[in-house]
């Protein structure tokens, strides 16, 4: 925390929020979350609490996670950079069609989502659907 109360930013603009379970620290992530990647915080949140009801949450390093309901371990976390909102599908190489980015990580795949970029909402979904169905990261 900085000494004003709010949660330091580091660098590429990524809240330092501390670990917890459930919702509250999720939307305090998503509340730090600096200029215009809130929106896409907020977008992110709903579309993946519509499309898996009763998903599970936490933020741990510094990054939202979501779990299948009633499971253990985690299928999708996002992070802030300096210039996008990187979306971390972690069994991303099983979803059809794949996620556009690829990782050093053999299954993770990834979805940048820029300032100002429109991004297909419906796709996410369906991804989000998918990748909840599927094993989870354990973490």
């Not at 009801?53 to 510094?62: E, I, L, Q, S, T």
Request: glycine letters at 12%.
């Amino acid at each position: 925390m900085a000494k004003d109360g709010k949660p330091r930013l580091l660098s590429g603009g990524n809240p330092q929020i501390p670990k917890g379970q459930g919702d509250a620290p999720v939307q305090a992530y998503i509340a730090a979350m600096p200029g215009w990647k809130r929106g896409v915080g907020e977008r992110l949140d709903a579309l993946i609490s519509r499309t898996v009801p009763g998903v599970r949450k936490a933020v741990k390093w510094n990054s939202p996670l979501y779990g299948a309901p009633g499971g253990e371990g985690w299928f999708l976390s996002y992070h802030c950079y300096d210039r996008y909102v990187k979306i971390a599908f972690f069994r991303g190489a099983l979803l059809e069609p794949v996620p556009p980015e690829p990782s050093k990580s053999g299954d993770t795949r990834y979805l940048h989502i820029h300032e100002g970029e429109d991004w297909d909402e419906a796709q996410f979904a369906d991804w989000v659907a998918q990748a909840s169905r599927l094993p989870p990261e354990v973490m």
